[in-house]
């Protein structure tokens, strides 16, 4: 079955610098990969989501890059906030011939984001 | 206000008690899923059902159950054979599982502590 590895799993980082969060997957079939960002205490809330049917996605600070040949896709926040700081998962979707698989989430990467 | 709702955000039970934890949305959406959140893990699927009056096990579903039967409720009884009951429970929905439709939502959670 589809495995995700997802790393690092902390990241600090400085107001203002970008922060970069690596996800790799193992099934090819694998299709949809949506991205999850989550406060302390709450459900995780969808940020953005990308289909493998494009590289790149974009939404305002927050971009997703996806490569296939390596099975490998990024988040990338740039201009950080503090408001920022949570924890962030990954997650993979096969594709069974027109209808969708569960997800399968990394472990994922608390982000701190200091002042 | 449209969204998932869980309820109650912290249960607390006696060891050996079965408990029962509430999710419903009005968002009219066909799929819903249950998810065990550890520290320091992922989320790992419970039970989903795509329809109402059906539903599949996951990859965790010793010691679970759930019904559906109306669209916008999927309750989950976590029973006395659930080894580790103890964890915090996220309900998910999304529209549908075909290929590009696929966005699920989450509730804010529910924690159990079991003693």
């Known amino acids: 079955g589809e495995n995700v590895e997802q790393h690092p799993s902390t990241l600090s980082v400085q107001e203002g610098d970008s922060a970069v969060i690596k996800c790799t997957y193992s099934?090819?079939?694998?299709?949809?990969f949506p991205w999850y960002k989550q406060e302390l205490g709450k459900g995780p809330q969808l940020i953005i989501d990308?289909?493998?049917?494009?590289g790149e996605k974009k939404d305002q600070r927050i971009a997703v890059t996806l490569n296939k040949t390596a099975k490998h896709f990024s988040l990338h926040i740039t201009e950080t906030q503090p408001e920022d700081s949570a924890v962030y998962f990954c997650?993979?979707?096969?594709?069974?011939?027109?209808?969708?698989?569960?997800?399968?989430f990394g472990k994922g990467t608390k982000l701190s984001v200091k002042p | 206000d449209g969204g998932i709702t869980q309820s109650p955000k912290y249960l607390f039970r006696k060891e050996g008690q079965n408990v029962t934890l509430s999710c419903e949305q009005n968002?009219?959406?066909?799929?819903m899923y249950w998810y065990r959140q550890d520290p320091g893990q992922g989320l790992r699927l419970i039970y989903y059902?795509?329809?109402?009056?059906?539903?599949q096990k996951g990859d965790i579903a010793e010691g679970y159950s759930v019904s559906r039967e109306k669209k916008e409720s999927f309750p989950l009884t976590v029973t006395s054979a659930q080894k580790n009951p103890t964890a915090f429970y996220l309900c998910?929905?999304?529209?549908?599982?075909?290929?590009?439709?696929?966005?699920?939502?989450f509730g804010p959670g529910t924690r159990l502590t079991v003693t």
């Open positions: 998910a929905s999304s529209m549908f599982r075909l290929a590009g439709s696929y966005e699920q939502y």
């Open positions: 968002l009219n959406h066909d799929a």
């Open positions: 997650a993979a979707s096969i594709n069974y011939g027109g209808s969708q698989g569960n997800l399968i």
């Open positions: 059902s795509q329809i109402v009056n059906d539903f």
């Open positions: 990308i289909r493998s049917n494009v």
């Open positions: 099934d090819s079939a694998s299709n949809y």
